[in-house]
């Protein structure tokens, strides 16, 4: 683990940040837990319940409205990067590589992921593809730089794979995807996820490699899961088979904009408790003086937290 100063109210405080290593050394320990996260303030309600947060290249899809995640590009990464990694003070922060960036050569990908490192100042990056990226892997790790794998549905290849269908549903499937994960992890990734995979194909590359396996659709039998937050929170609009929603949070961001809307339109808000009023005594132009500190004629209260 490391430690980083953070300043809070009460001055700077140790933080132990998790390192790639102590995510890999919890295979066969304890399930990793994980969540997908674009913002600071989403990273620091996830942070003490995850062991790492991805700031995955589905922030393409979820927040800023492309089809798929092959348009996204690394400055949309960095700048969500960076936020996650202000709001995270515990869990490792992970980078998605976005397509384009890393597929052509080690040492372009070495050149983006090291700007991706030092502008983030995130612990890990995670890049698509199994055999193809194991040089690319091994290249990287060896020049410092953490390296998570992602098989099975790679999103990045919607194109190429003509849809996100799950892997491994077949069993002559299975041998092309265990040498996947098998090279990954020879090659130095500390861990990888598994994406919309069959349940006893993930069973079996969790046994077979000795980094842990991530699960996204890809069962229980994965060392940890991973969802997309919006997914599981309830706010997307359409969500994959192996999402649970834990929340209704688009539901209730409904309901209050909708009952601000009603309220804005019927004049019952703002009320005088969201309200300032005149200093006490202050004069009004072209008001009565003894009117002074109301406004319309109403009372109003002091603000409770009065911020600008
Ligand atoms: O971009 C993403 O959200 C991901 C997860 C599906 C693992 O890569």
Known sequence: MSVHSSAGASGPQKVK????????????????????SYHAHTAAIADPYCDFLLVGDSLGMVMHGYETTVPVPLELMIMHGRAVVRGARRALVVVDMPFGTYEESPSVAFRNAARVMKETDCGAVKLEGGRRMA??????????????????????????????????RVEAQWAAIEEDARQVADAGAFSVVLEAMAEPLAARITRAIDIPTIGIGASAACDG??????????????????????????????????????????????????????????PVA???????????????????????
């Open 135 to 168: 040089e690319t892997i091994r290249y990287l790790v060896d020049r410092g730089i953490p390296v998570m794998a992602h098989i099975g549905l790679t999103p990045q290849s919607i194109n190429v794979i003509g849809g996100f269908r799950a892997q491994g």
């Open 286 to 308: 072209g008001e009565d003086p003894a009117s002074a500190g109301t406004k319309s004629g109403r009372a109003t209260k002091k603000p409770k937290t009065p911020s600008t």
């Open 225 to 282: 899961q991973i969802l997309v937050m919006e997914d599981m929170l309830g706010l997307s609009p359409r969500v994959p088979k192996f999402v649970k929603e834990f929340g209704a949070i688009g539901a209730a961001i409904d309901s209050a904009i909708r009952g601000y809307a009603d309220e804005v339109r019927a004049r019952t808000f703002p009320t005088p408790e969201h309200t300032y009023a005149m200093k006490s005594g202050a």
């Open 17 to 36: 940040r998790l390192m790639a290593p102590d995510i890999q050394a919890k295979k066969g320990v304890e399930p990793i837990v994980s969540l997908t």
